[in-house]
């Protein structure tokens, strides 16, 4: 009779501890956590559920302490050592608790210590690969998004480049659609500049461009961005600028290139600078042909 009364409250344990199971292994399916402190906020939980199993599968020498080496290495794994150390004080106090409700036993007593100093070693030999093996994918991703960025940069003048310009163009355009407002695209070249390059050298047309870039760079204002689009030439694009209002930019720009940049021969540098506002049934590669068009035809009426 005995034997069956303790079979039977072994076999309502062990049906608690699996419907426990079920429960968390069902919540952590249907809720997406918010943050890493929700994650840790639930290792704590689950040490003060084990407590509570521990009480009422009878206290001292109930076998639910040894689930908490579940939670301790879950912690260990995914936190920094402070959040660990907290966690490590909580389950000693976890541990401690069974003894001021069943009394003082020296042999449960050394052996939950032993279970600390286990959980503590657990804790090390865990985190510290696991740390290693993220601050490896952190330098990992770092690099990635700086090489990224660097494909995206003109090495010549440090601007973006035609690659940059046309991922900018085409999200410009979603938002300019989506608010209702003006986009337009300007192109820029430097009059003359083949001459400088056959007449001085590539190292004097080199310093042009980068004296022409940093002016640039320095002159437009937000939302403008500017690029390098090839050559001698510059991409603009003017978000919420329609192209009848970009007369006085190109003055403004003009002036300060002709004041800031010089050719070899001390002459100021002149700019060229077309323009062409984008339809709504435009694409990014159509309102890039306009504006160089448009560059076409500022040439044109120069030499006529």
Request: aromatic share 8%.
């Amino acid at each position: 009779m005995f034997a069956r009364l303790v079979y039977e409250s072994f076999r309502r344990q062990k049906r608690r501890k699996l419907l426990a199971g079920v429960a968390i292994t069902l919540g952590m399916h249907r809720k997406r956590f918010a943050s890493w402190s929700v994650l840790l906020g639930t290792s704590y939980g689950a040490v003060v559920a084990l407590e509570v199993m521990q009480w009422l599968g009878g206290g001292i020498g109930a076998p639910y302490e040894r689930a908490i080496l579940l939670p301790v290495f879950f912690v260990a794994a995914i936190h920094p050592p402070r959040r660990i150390a907290v966690f490590l004080g909580f389950v000693a106090l976890a541990l401690v608790i069974p003894f001021l409700y069943d009394g003082w036993d020296a042999q449960a007593a050394g052996a939950s210590l032993a279970s600390l100093v286990i959980y503590m070693g657990l804790s090390l030999g865990v985190n510290v690969p696991m740390s290693a093996i993220r601050a490896q994918r952190l330098a990992h991703a770092a690099d990635e998004a700086a090489a990224r960025e660097e494909a995206r940069l003109d090495a010549l003048t440090g601007l973006h480049n035609r690659r940059a310009f046309n991922e900018a163009l085409a999200e410009e355009m979603k938002l300019a659609r989506r608010l209702e407002i003006p986009l337009s695209v300007g192109m820029i070249d430097i009059v003359n500049f083949k001459e400088i390059n056959d007449r001085w050298s590539p190292a004097e047309g080199d310093r042009c461009l980068r004296e022409v870039a940093e002016t640039l760079a320095a002159s437009v204002r937000d939302p403008d961005q500017i690029f390098r689009w090839g050559g001698d030439e510059f991409a603009l694009i003017l978000t919420g600028t329609a192209a009848a209002d970009t007369e006085s930019l190109r003055e403004r720009l003009a002036a300060l290139i002709a004041e800031a940049c010089n050719r070899p021969d001390d002459q100021p540098i002149e700019i060229q600078f077309g323009v062409a506002q984008a339809q709504n049934d435009e694409t990014p590669e159509e309102i890039v042909e306009m504006a160089g068009l448009a560059l076409t035809a500022a040439k044109m009426d120069r030499t006529a």
